[in-house]
């Protein structure tokens, strides 16, 4: 192999990356499928390697695989899982993969894919559903491809693809348009403010009267075990939690794509937000405080902080 073919084989890893991160809704997981695709690429003899026509597809069709492996055993494991399981939050600037080309208009945006509202949905899809859907709708790839990797002909993989879809639509739907990105940077600025200055009527007013916040801690930290519903609720346990770390420190940070904020401890990230929003009101918050999920986070050049966050 030329060292032209080694760079494009090693080119392929930012997408294959973006692909087993939604698949698995883990950066983590997504990186040990890659990484496990390309060891076996490379247990290949020189001879079966060029054999294969496009490495690419060859790679794709291995991490997917093992992706689906994964999301089987992952099922089993997040019903053992304490509390509320949350997908693995990105930091922005994380290579989410991708490719060119205009989108129909009932297919997925590749910013909108690494959104957290979207990623809990593809939690409520069987494995083989959220592998066709994602690799079909998101990126593009054709039905016959898919069915080489789920094991499954292209008219069903098609139907899983579709039954994921309505899944995707039926939760668009609880929302209006998305606002521009400056006016949901601004919301969640005020929501931050209310926040520290622990103003229980600001931050009410700042949620959808039926607003849900889902925290996810591992078993690891304490944190609310069960989704807190209602914006008075919700107020009144993010100002407990200020009250209970005066320190705490606050900071505004785009979270899969789209405005959140990180609350960090000493040098450490302890909390990343993210916020799904309907007009002027917060409509749900997903606070990931499972410190194995925030390996990926760092807050640097900021003043120090005290107590843990939500």
Not at 31 to 59: C, F, I, K, N, S
Not at 130 to 141: N, P
Not at 201 to 212: E, F, M, N, T, W
Request: hydrophobic residues 45%; neutral net charge; glycine residues 10%.
């Amino acid at each position: 192999m030329s060292i032209q073919d080694s760079g494009a084989i090693a080119g392929e890893r930012p997408r294959l990356t973006g692909i087993a991160y939604r698949l698995l809704g883990s950066l983590t997981e997504a990186e040990d499928a890659v990484q496990e695709a390309y060891a076996r690429w490379y247990a290949l003899t020189p001879a079966r390697r060029a054999a294969v026509e496009v490495p690419g597809a060859w790679l794709t069709t291995v991490a997917g695989r093992i992706c689906l492996d994964v999301l089987g055993s992952a099922r089993v494991r997040r019903e053992r899982y304490v509390g509320a399981w949350i997908p693995e939050p990105l930091p922005d600037g994380t290579e989410w993969g991708g490719g060119g080309g205009a989108d129909p208009a009932d297919r997925v945006a590749l910013d909108e894919s690494v959104g957290m509202a979207f990623l809990v949905v593809l939690e409520s899809m069987t494995p083989a559903e959220r592998v066709a859907f994602v690799l079909h709708d998101v990126f593009r790839y054709p039905f016959p491809e898919i069915a080489g990797i789920v094991g499954r002909t292209p008219a069903a993989c098609r139907q899983l693809a579709a039954s994921a879809r309505r899944r995707v639509r039926a939760d668009r739907a609880r929302t209006t348009a998305a606002l521009p990105e400056a006016e949901q940077a601004l919301l969640v600025r005020r929501f931050k403010e209310a926040w520290e200055a622990k103003d229980i009527g600001a931050v009410v007013g700042l949620l959808d009267p039926d607003a849900v916040m889902t925290a996810d801690g591992g078993g690891l930290v304490g944190t609310a075990l069960r989704p807190v519903a209602g914006a008075r609720r919700i107020a009144e346990y993010f100002v407990f939690v200020a009250g209970k770390a005066p320190g705490l420190v606050l900071s505004e940070h785009r979270v899969n794509g789209r405005p959140g904020l990180v609350a960090r401890h000493g040098d450490t990230v302890v909390t990343v937000a993210a916020f799904d929003l309907d007009g002027d009101r917060v409509t749900r918050i997903w606070a990931v405080r499972n410190p194995e999920k925030l390996t990926a986070w760092t807050v640097p050049g900021e003043g120090p902080g005290a107590a843990q966050g939500s």
